[in-house]
């Protein structure tokens, strides 16, 4: 595939599991060019994220790619919540022993490295956001022209029909800085929201690590030994589940192949005051809403396509 046909895209992670998944996804993706890993905190420190996001494209051998850090805390509030250990291990990728980068992190803000690249390749570029919204919210805040500049943000969060994963209703990557998601989701940029709706339906089965381990190449043996671990908290914390899920990569998917599901306009708040229902995302799914849209929601997903997709890609 040509450069030129390719989709330019900013990865936004909190590396991650899953997000380590997903940008071997998007790097072993033809359809993609990778302009850069931008880091936030989330399942792991901010550090940590760039560190993950770093080990990973050098698994990758793609080493070239920038990781831009960003947002070590909320916008505005104190941490909701800490590392998710119990899902991505101490280091955030399964406690597998890696070895420290080799490479660093750039001297920037992930904020800036956003306005520069949607400054760049005006209603080009598409970030897709998988960890916190704070750097998204942030690089609005430092140019908000750049809602109008970007093509789409697609966005890894929420949950707007089903319960949520770290409280009754709130989706992770909402909860840990709802301030951020509701000033994004009001600022007027194109959104596609990949949330639990759709991602709890897109699992992992356990025997695609087995799958990997015999592949045996460098990276589905990586990918199998960040996986072990991710796995065992699914079965633990969702009895009966058939896999792990792939949250992160079903963003990229939607991207490579919007055919994989299928959205509805619904406009969407988060709740960034309530006693029981902190970041949760509020879909008004009445008949006859009250305000317009602001985002184009993934209710349903060619699950067994998509899985797939992704497993020819990670080989
Ligand atoms: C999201 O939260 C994080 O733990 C995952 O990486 C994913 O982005 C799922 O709720
Ligand atoms: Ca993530």
Redesign the pocket.
Same mark, same amino acid.
């Given at each position: 595939m040509k450069e030129a046909t390719k989709q330019p895209i900013i990865l936004d992670v909190?590396t991650?599991?899953?997000?380590a998944m997903a940008i071997a996804y998007a790097v072993r993706s033809p359809e993609l060019e990778l302009l850069g890993l931008t880091t936030c905190f +989330?399942?792991v420190t901010v550090e940590e994220a760039s560190r993950n996001s770093l080990q990973v494209l050098e698994q990758l051998d793609r080493d070239d790619i920038p990781v831009i850090p960003g947002a070590a805390e909320p916008l505005f509030r104190p941490p909701l919540k800490g590392k998710?250990v119990s899902?991505?291990g101490h280091n955030g990728l399964g406690d597998a022993e890696l070895s420290e980068p080799k490479g660093a992190a750039l001297d920037m803000h992930a904020a800036e490295f956003i306005v520069e690249q949607a400054r760049k390749r005006p209603h080009e570029v598409t970030v897709i956001a998988? +960890?916190t919204m704070t750097n998204m919210a942030l690089a609005i805040m430092k140019d908000p022209e750049i809602v109008h500049l970007l093509k789409r943000v697609v966005i890894?969060?929420g949950a707007v029909t089903v319960p949520g994963?770290v409280t009754p209703h709130a989706?992770?990557?909402i909860y840990a800085d709802p301030e951020a998601a509701e000033f994004l989701f009001r600022s007027g940029v194109p959104i596609t929201l990949v949330g639990?709706d759709v991602?709890m339906k897109t699992l992992l089965p356990r025997a695609e690590l087995a799958n990997w381990r015999e592949k045996n190449t460098k990276l589905s043996r990586f990918m199998a030994d960040i996986t072990d671990y991710y796995m065992d908290s699914y079965t633990s914390f969702y009895p009966g589940i058939l896999g792990c899920?792939l949250?992160?990569p079903l963003a990229v998917g939607v991207v490579i192949d919007p055919t994989f599901v299928k959205t509805k306009p619904i406009h969407v708040q988060v709740d960034t005051e309530g006693i029981y229902s902190i970041g949760r995302t509020v879909g008004d799914l009445r008949a006859r809403a009250e305000q317009e849209p602001n985002m184009d929601v993934c209710l349903e997903v060619d699950a067994d396509r998509f899985l797939q997709h992704f497993l020819k890609r990670i080989v």
């Open positions: 909190d991650g599991i899953d997000d +989330g399942n998710t899902v991505h998988v +960890g890894m969060g994963n989706e992770a990557n639990l991602t899920a949250h992160d």
